[in-house]
């Protein structure tokens, strides 16, 4: 039997429904969803089988114009996603159309597309009337070389399949990369980490979620098959801490609650989780966080 392999990077703008398309290809939640935008922050890899093809989908963080250090590391792990792959979907909102985001990112890809095979996929189509796809997608084929475009419901699985079948056609010949059964690369202390910063994201407001990071520092396992798990939100102020915490704790306890169950789901047993909130003004320039958070700690000032 001859198998195929190889790696698919999502990129677009933030909110684009990059992190939503790679758990419904996957059929697991591996990656955090939020509303906002910004909520992926370092590449994590979902593994896909379809038929002999094994496809290594790239969640990539949102391509944005960045301003701090962490935006930077954030934007250069995504092209640097893209680069690395054999296949790049670049996924574009259906109802926001060709933004200013959309055409730094078709220059960006003229740059790195060279020799590659780059896929639009036109998301959210449930938003808007099937007739204004059809002017979208002449656009944007106009403005780039795209190999295929497909017009996708990454939320609803509409023309999903039809993505990966044509994606698992254009990897190369290649062994598997992973087990069959395997669905995530990433350790499972950072897929609690991010579990637990997806519910602060969805519970904090305005700057605050972009402040904080979480990270697992301790992790036992206990003789009863039930996990106890120690985390760390590192915020750079004492008002975030407040604010995280909550009146009489409420907010840290919802979140704990929240977080908890699911990966309590996840892991199928019981999890004790147990939530530490840190002030740690300079966090954002700390080159341990990032290594943390699976990012490149460089291009400073
Ligand atoms: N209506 C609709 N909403 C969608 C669709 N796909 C994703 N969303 C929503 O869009 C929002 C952003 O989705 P994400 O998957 O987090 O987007 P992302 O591209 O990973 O965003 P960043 O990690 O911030 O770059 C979430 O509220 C999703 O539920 C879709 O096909 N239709
Ligand atoms: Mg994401």
Do not use: C
């Not at 038929?51 to 944005?64: E, M, S, W």
């Not at 009337?129 to 609803?156: C, H, V, W």
């Not at 700057?207 to 003789?223: C, D, G, S």
Request: hydrophobic residues 45%; aromatic residues 6%.
């Amino acid at each position: 039997m001859t198998t195929r392999a190889g790696f698919v990077a999502l990129i677009g703008e933030p909110n684009a429904g990059k992190s939503t398309l790679l758990n419904r290809m996957v059929g697991a939640k591996v990656s955090i969803v939020t509303h906002k935008v910004q909520t992926t922050r370092a590449r994590i890899r979902g593994v896909a089988m379809e038929g002999v093809a094994q496809l290594v989908f790239v969640d990539t963080p949102g391509l944005f114009k960045p301003r701090r250090r962490l935006d930077r590391a954030m934007v250069a792990a995504a092209w640097g996603g893209a680069a690395d792959a054999d296949v790049v979907v670049l996924m574009v909102e259906a109802h926001r159309g060709i933004t200013e985001g959309v055409e730094t990112i078709l220059e960006g890809l003229a740059e790195i597309g060279e020799g590659r095979t780059v896929a639009l996929a036109i998301n959210k189509i449930d938003k808007v009337p099937a007739e204004k796809l059809l002017g979208l997608a002449q656009d944007l084929n106009s403005r780039y070389a795209f190999a295929e475009t497909f017009m996708i419901s990454a939320e609803r699985g509409h023309g999903v399949d039809d993505l990966r079948k044509w994606l698992a056609g254009k990897l190369p010949e290649s062994p598997w990369l992973y087990p069959e059964d395997q669905i995530a690369d990433l350790p499972m202390r950072m897929i609690a980490a991010e579990m637990t910063r997806e519910k602060l994201t969805l519970r904090l407001h305005q700057e605050l979620p972009y402040q904080l990071t979480v990270e697992t520092e301790k992790w036992e396992e206990r003789k009863d098959g039930s996990a106890r798990v120690d985390q760390i939100i590192y915020v750079v102020r004492d008002g975030h801490k407040g604010i995280v915490l909550g009146k009489r704790g409420e907010t840290i306890k919802s979140v704990s609650q929240a977080a908890r169950a699911e990966l309590e789901e996840f892991l199928g047993r019981k999890v004790h989780l147990f939530l530490q909130v840190k002030v740690r003004p300079n966090w954002l320039e700390e080159a341990e966080r990032y290594s943390e958070m699976g990012l490149d700690f460089k291009d400073g000032n």
